[in-house]
């Protein structure tokens, strides 16, 4: 049996048997690496190897601050500063729900974090002013994977860390589709609003709302400070992390004064294991992905795929359409990591930029979070909504069309979304 057909198989093949996706990756590649000769040695190796990373650094720090805003009210001080700001539009809560969900995503940069946390808190809320179930379900766990483009994002730090591209690059680039993304949401909303005649917020004086601000500004500095020092050049987007976690922590224990200096063993202890647990399924992946290559699996898939199309747009679009059915039964981090081979042997062929490349992919697996059956924002939502899979599913896909929208936006005007990181880190685009 060829060793690629007893990789895929072997991994199919547990997964049917239930064996959660990390092992059945780890047991598959090993299979295959004995049945190649390799020393079996060669997996803790290539393991080891995969989350040996300065990059990989910016992950448990960005964990940390996304537990410490949740343990020190900080979300709900954005809620209050959020409606305070566009509340009182047709459609408020709906809004305040997006808007939270671009700032929750500009300080931890981690989805499912915020599906529980605002979900929690908005989706009762919606239900209450008269929003259907299964919109409000939809809206909160589309809104959540803007954690995924929006700076400081996971998934960008590990797409650099194992793609060689700039972090910080990536992080800028994901600035522009990430509001673009969130402003579509929000005029969904309004029309939703209109359509089912949900009454609108009260509209708040302007002394609760100058006060909301001065409680939410410290919060709202952290953002700030991640994309001015890596834009400045002042620090790295590790060092960035690290920076925005002990910000974080000031903010949390001292400013605040919502998080008592004994309950920091607990955050510390969450957040290893919350760090842990995917870093496992990232070192995993991280055994497939190697193989896919050393087989030169990667590069006959990258040739069959540019005869199809050798447009730089066909294979972009081939590659979308690709990365979202992917993303249906993978997380955007596991997909990135076991496919990078063969995306990064694409972007050769084809000529594609890395940011480019990088974006594309990454905003095409982010829809995954909430397309059965992985899904994991629309699952947690939709526990929390008390709404069956089915049914919030149906109420996702407008809001999914709208992404779809922006990632061929991405696809047709490069010039546009890449303006930024070509700006300030003209570095990261190679003359060809």
């Given amino acids: 049996m060829m060793p690629i057909v007893t990789l895929i198989a072997g991994f199919l093949f547990l997964i049917l048997l239930r064996v959660p996706i990390a092992f059945a990756i780890a047991l598959a590649s090993l ?27 910016a992950v448990p720090f960005f964990l940390l ?3 410490l805003m949740n343990d020190s009210g900080i979300t709900d001080r954005l809620m209050t500063f959020a409606q305070s700001m566009v509340g009182h539009i047709k459609g408020g809560l709906g809004h305040i729900n997006v808007l939270v969900s671009m700032m929750f995503a500009s300080m931890s940069g981690s989805a499912a974090a915020d599906t529980a946390s605002v979900g929690a808190i908005m989706i009762p809320a919606m239900k209450k002013a008269g929003y259907p179930a299964p919109f409000a379900v939809a809206l909160t766990a589309t809104s959540s994977t803007l954690g995924v483009i929006i700076p400081p994002s996971i998934l960008f ?11 910080a690059g990536l992080f800028l680039a994901g600035v522009l589709p990430g509001l673009l993304i969130g402003f579509g949401q929000m005029a969904y909303t309004y029309y939703v609003a209109r359509r089912y005649g949900v009454a609108n917020t009260p509209y708040m004086p302007w002394t609760a709302r100058k006060e909301s601000a001065r409680r939410a500004a410290p919060a709202l500095l952290i953002p700030l400070i991640i994309l001015g020092g890596i834009i400045s050049g002042f620090f790295t987007a590790t060092e960035a992390s690290a920076i925005a976690a002990l910000v ?3 903010l949390a224990v001292v400013v605040y004064r919502t998080v008592r200096p004994a309950a920091l063993f607990d955050i510390l202890a969450s957040t290893v294991v919350a760090y842990a647990l995917p870093m496992f399924a990232v070192a995993a992946a991280g055994i497939m992905g190697w193989l896919i290559a050393y087989l030169g699996v990667a590069r006959e898939v990258a040739t069959f795929i540019t005869s199809i199309s050798d447009t730089q747009t066909g294979v972009m679009l081939l590659l979308m359409a690709f990365c979202l059915i992917v993303g249906t039964v993978l997380s955007p981090m596991t997909a990135v990591i076991i496919f990078l081979p063969i995306i990064k042997e694409l972007g050769v062929l084809a000529q594609i930029p890395d940011i480019h490349l990088a974006l594309v992919v990454c905003l095409s697996l982010a829809i995954g979070l909430t397309t059965p059956p992985y899904g994991i924002c629309l699952l947690i939502a939709a526990q929390i909504g008390e709404v069956d899979m089915p049914r919030a599913f149906l109420a996702v896909l407008p809001i999914i069309a709208i992404t779809v929208g922006i990632i061929l936006m991405v696809i047709l005007l490069p010039g546009v979304f890449l303006y930024l990181p070509a700006t300030f880190f003209p570095e990261a685009f190679p003359a060809s």
């Fill in 31 to 57: 299979v295959t690496v004995v049945q190649l000769g390799l020393p079996a040695t060669s997996v803790v190796n290539q393991m080891v190897s995969n989350i040996n990373s300065f990059a990989l650094l």
């Fill in 65 to 67: 601050l996304g537990r």
């Fill in 157 to 167: 730090v590990i797409y650099g860390a194992f793609g060689n591209v700039s972090i």
């Fill in 248 to 250: 974080g922590l000031v």
